[in-house]
């Protein structure tokens, strides 16, 4: 609807589309906040033209003689070699992938790496699900607990990996997509890395928000998505160490995996192309390597400005009556923070949000339960009730909380425009609250 769009200036280094928008809210046109950028962003400008410009060109890569054939095939691998450089990685060592999300590329090492039940991998509690799930479909979990806090420390992880059996795997995540909170990821590659354990990093949170340079910490496998830093266009990025692509079969096989096949044999084509099949995401690919060539570019500026919103939402949050964070309030974050507000749910409070202030934030216990279960202090009896009422449907009765996430593009002013919508909604509660007791 054109309607729903007036006019703005962000005045940032990334200028996401839609910055603009505007939304019904009591009757007006009022320009949407959105505040839930760990969970998607908006695609950056720069990133539309980027494939705006190719589209003539689009065709399936590979094998085509005809121009446009050959023009997106190099597109595809110059993508495929940009994702490699935007994180640090050797490209004489390390490939780059296209998985189209973070729990697809996750998925797709858990099975190439060919665990067994034998296996032990080490993860914490921290962890979205698609760093707990796929590994536990292969393989035995070891989980680092975490503390009162919400965070856990390098020893604890040293125990973990020094336990028996040994593990062969590390998966961690580089930021929790639920505090903001970043474990240092170079402590625990380098023990993982002492104890010959392979080191995979969830960087779905990280890598849009902070620069991470693979060779120097050491990590074997990093996967993160597009469409959390400015290019959603169905493409995300994975880069692992080619050895552990050299054999084995893919986790999809079909067109383009393979070399021959006959009734009988099948012969793989050799790394990327055999993790590669079927028709590629090819402006997928193209958005990705705008998006990272955006983010390189912005650097130090970024960072400056993140750290700003950081400080902003402590700031603003600090005075919301009744309102508890959960996680660390201190040290270095990302511009991530989940809270609850006393006398209300979470569901009424991002409701609330939504619709008397425009502005958009996430709830719930965002795909990462184990640590929202520990967050919260619940203990088994509490979690049992909380799968007995998910698995019932009663969707009213289950925990949650209220996630507000920045981006690098986020203006400082969306952080003070929640602070004070919050400040309304608790004013309502306690005038309400007074009106009841016959004091108002």
Known sequence: ????????????????????????????????????????????????????????????????????????????????????????????????????????????????????????????????????????????????????????????????????????????????????????????????????????????????????????????????????????????????????????????????AVKAVSDTEVVWADTPDRDDAGTPNVLGAVALAAAAEELMAAGPRNRRHEDSLVDALDAELATVPGLHRLGPTTGDRLPVVSFVLDGMTHGEVAQRLAREHGIGVRNGCFCAHPYLSRLFGLGPGEVQQFHDDARGGRTDRLPGAVRVSCSSATPLADVAALGEALRALTGDRTGARLVAAGQG
Do not use: C
């Open 1 to 256: 609807m054109t309607s729903l769009f007036g006019t703005g200036d962000l005045s940032l280094q990334v200028a996401p589309v839609g910055a603009d928008l505007h939304v019904p809210v009591g009757g007006e046109l009022r320009r949407y906040v959105d505040l839930d950028a760990a969970a998607t962003t908006s695609a950056s400008a720069g990133v539309v033209r980027a494939v705006q410009e190719f589209l003539p060109w689009y065709s399936s890569v590979h094998r085509g003689a005809g121009a446009k054939s050959q023009v997106s095939s190099a597109r595809y691998e110059q993508a495929r070699e940009t994702i490699v450089r935007f994180v640090g990685a050797d490209p004489a060592t390390h490939v780059g992938l296209f998985p189209q999300n973070t729990t697809e590329g996750l998925n797709q090492i858990a099975f190439r790496l060919g665990l067994t039940r034998d296996d032990v991998v080490v993860t914490t509690a921290v962890e979205h699900h698609a760093n707990l799930l796929p590994w536990r479909r292969h393989a035995q979990v070891r989980v680092v607990d975490v503390d009162r806090s919400g965070t856990f420390t390098v020893d604890a992880v040293v125990a973990a990996l020094d336990e028996r059996p040994a593990p062969r795997v590390l998966a961690v995540s580089g930021a929790s997509n639920v505090t903001g909170w970043m474990p240092d990821l170079a402590g625990l590659a380098a023990a993982a890395r002492a104890r010959g354990v392979l080191v995979v990093v969830d960087g779905a949170q990280l890598v849009p928000h902070r620069p991470v340079d693979m060779a120097a910490l050491g990590i074997d496998v990093l996967v993160w998505s597009g469409h959390k830093m400015f290019a959603p266009f169905g493409a995300s990025g994975m880069v692992v160490d080619r050895r552990l692509l050299a054999g084995g079969e893919p986790f999809l096989v079909g067109g383009g």
